[in-house]
């Protein structure tokens, strides 16, 4: 999981609790003009809008209150991000096989998608991608699809 | 007590039968499984298996389903034990001791107690749920929309006071569980909310893909790119009995761990793994010989292991009797028995005997199936832990999306999936507990809709959660518990029990 890296006492800089705090009453703020094309109703007769400008009143609050008290957390650039970049690349992959899903069937998005990550992203050899992607595609689509009876989306060549 | 005995009977005459049987051997094996694998808890396995259970019976749906639970439950211990990587975070705490008796050559009794604590401890929280929750149903019989606002509150307060980080953070992430849990259509005026045109979001948040994605894809997100397979010891059948004196040692820790794992699994929160934690701290302050801790004593593994389960245990009393739900879990269990048109509440006990009984009985059979499966079969199951994780996680990844699709066939849930996995995990980065969103998702409708519902019966009047006793006291217990917990901020010097038992807390 994450770990504390040990901050240098005395340094300037923001943290990461008051960064933290700061976004959420950045995001209780925008849900607050959101909300604004519902009505609020009265507190005798809440309406609509009423609970998610309370629970945004609320997330406000605990924004600033995190924000104030976040003077002794690590400092925001004390926070590593190592994995970032193979994060990102795995969600935009993700992403790409979500928008490829019904569109090709779930066994080729599946086989795409593990051939990308084992043999592009953590270059593995070849016939143990071929094996594991092609596998994985025929045989989860048997278990979930077939045996199981979950409608699996199939390409438009009935594949 | 005759009743509860004829229909515990009644219960091993559904849980007995071969097709039942078949489903609980399987989910015991599954959730094993998935406990061992890191990144996928109990939570991602039991969501990622839901849409499997739409065309099974509501019994075996739930006697699945929670085999899964204490499956994974057992599974994460033996990766802790064997190998220092807990399958799932309540095993956090086996690991201290767990892997350090391997190193010292007794990963074979750290297993075997590490089982029968579990098997203990599961027993006893069966019993517990066998006992309380049809009482606690009956009681709630006399709840109206105030008492289940005033329930809710409380349960929200509690959450914060048990949290295992900053009780303000986790106030926050329930606030943005709640908010999202607005999303949809009002049921009260008909508004569709916060939707942005898309329609399927007039139908709300769905509990699968917020799990998978908080909690599966952005574990994903934080370890892809790890190192290799470890080096995993295979203990051989033989080794797994513990000498009288590790017998001896290790009663206590269970017989503790179960009652405390009990009572902290039925408040609401991340409770397994809040009681595994409280239960290290615990016995080591009772422990004649502290220093053993953190060096290979057994109890280290006994209690956590004891309490975790009895734990999972507790969670299944509001959730069948009241049918709120204190966990992720839960909430996913309860979207799975909605499916198939029952309403989990009061009167599931009562209405739906053969659902609640034939799942109590289940649990017992279950806890001996995990007993005398596992323990054999430890050996076999470390196998799972030589897979390179680089071959792991894109199968798990391919997993989290056609368990996330198949629930409702809806491409917007791998989005939302896919969303939530990247907001989890930004927010573990930032150190937010992320339980707490995944429950206020579920209890943000059932919240707005009896706050509105008690101010329609009091005609606006807020005095009505004051003229009701069992409103009022709700109120009150869970006002003095969040005083509790937000005592260590206003008073700096003030005591915070998390600390005391080795978890976060409050900052600064």
């Known amino acids: ?159 | 007590m005759v009743e509860t005995f004829q229909n515990l009977l009644l219960g091993f005459s559904i849980a007995l039968s071969p097709s039942i049987l078949v489903y609980a051997f399987a989910g015991c094996i599954i959730g094993t499984l998935v406990g061992m694998m890191p990144g996928l808890g109990p939570l991602a396995g039991i969501s990622l298996l839901l849409p499997a259970t739409f065309g099974l019976n509501p019994i075996i749906a739930i006697v699945l389903l929670s085999g899964v639970y204490y499956g994974a439950m057992y599974g994460g211990s033996t990766t802790s034990i064997l190998v220092r990587i807990p399958g799932e975070a309540a095993s956090v705490m086996t690991c201290i001791d767990g892997y350090e008796m391997t190193k010292n050559g007794r990963a074979g009794p750290a297993l075997a107690i590490a089982a029968i604590g579990s098997f203990i401890a599961g027993t006893v929280g069966v019993i517990g749920l066998m006992l309380l929750a049809p009482t606690l149903a009956e009681f709630a019989l006399r709840f109206g929309p105030p008492e289940y606002t005033a329930l809710l509150m409380m349960g929200l307060f509690i959450l914060a006071y048990m949290s295992s980080g900053s009780t303000i953070k986790t106030l926050a992430s329930a606030g943005l569980g709640l908010l999202l849990g607005m999303i949809g259509i009002d049921v009260m005026s008909g508004y569709t909310r916060f939707s942005f045109d898309v329609v399927e979001l007039g139908d709300g948040v769905g509990i699968v893909p917020v799990a998978v994605g908080l909690f599966g894809i952005s574990e994903i997100l934080l370890t892809a790119g790890q190192a290799a397979a470890v080096k995993v010891q295979r203990p051989r059948l033989r080794d797994l009995i513990p000498s009288r004196e590790e017998f001896r040692l290790s009663v206590g820790p269970i017989a503790r761990g179960s009652l405390l794992g009990f009572m902290i699994g039925i408040i609401p929160g991340s409770a397994h793994i809040i009681s595994s934690f409280v239960s290290y701290g615990m016995e080591r302050r009772l422990a004649k010989d502290p220093e053993r801790f953190g060096k290979g004593a057994i109890e280290g593994v006994a209690g956590p292991e004891s309490a975790n389960n009895a734990a999972a245990s507790g969670a299944f009393v509001p959730m069948m009797a009241l049918g709120i739900p204190t966990s992720p879990v839960t909430a996913v269990m309860i979207a799975a028995i909605m499916v198939h048109g029952i309403s989990p509440g009061p009167l599931l006990i009562s209405q739906q005997p053969e659902l609640f009984w034939g799942f109590v009985a289940s649990m017992y059979v279950g806890n001996v199936v995990l007993l005398i499966l596992n323990l054999p079969m430890v050996g076999l199951f470390v196998n799972l832990l030589r897979i390179p994780y680089s071959y792991l996680y894109p199968c798990i990844l391919a997993f989290c999306i056609l368990g996330t699709y198949s629930v409702a066939n809806s491409m917007l849930d791998v989005w939302m999936m896919l969303i939530m996995g990247g907001i989890g995990y930004i927010l573990r980065k930032f150190h937010y507990d992320l339980a707490p969103i995944a429950l206020g998702l579920v209890l943000a409708p059932m919240l707005e809709l009896s706050l509105r519902q008690s101010l329609a019966m009091s005609a606006g009047d807020y005095g009505i959660f004051l003229e009701r006793p069992i409103a009022t006291t709700m109120f009150a217990l869970g006002l003095l518990l969040f005083l509790l917990a937000i005592k260590p901020l206003i008073f700096k010097r003030g005591k915070d029990w998390r600390k005391d038992v080795g978890l976060e807390g409050e900052q600064g």
């Open chain 1, 1 to 159: 999981m994450t770990e504390q890296t040990p901050q240098a006492p005395g340094k300037r800089g923001l943290k990461s609790d008051q960064f933290s705090g700061l976004m959420l009453v950045a995001f209780a703020l925008y849900v607050a003009w959101e909300n604004r094309a519902y009505p609020v109703g009265s507190l005798q007769e809440p309406g609509p809008g009423y609970m998610p400008l309370l629970l945004a009143i609320f997330i406000g609050v605990m924004g600033l209150l995190i924000a104030l008290g976040g003077g002794k957390s690590q400092r925001l650039t004390a926070i590593t991000w190592p994995e970032a970049t193979r994060a990102i690349v795995i969600l935009l992959a993700c992403g790409v096989g979500a928008f490829a899903l019904e569109r090709i069937g779930y066994r080729l998005t599946v086989i795409a998608l593990l051939i990308f990550f084992l043999g592009v992203l953590e270059r593995r050899r070849p016939l143990p991608v071929a094996l594991v992607s092609i596998g994985f595609g025929f045989i989860s689509y048997y278990i979930v699809g077939d045996l199981l009876h979950v409608p699996l989306p199939r390409s438009p060549w009935g594949f």
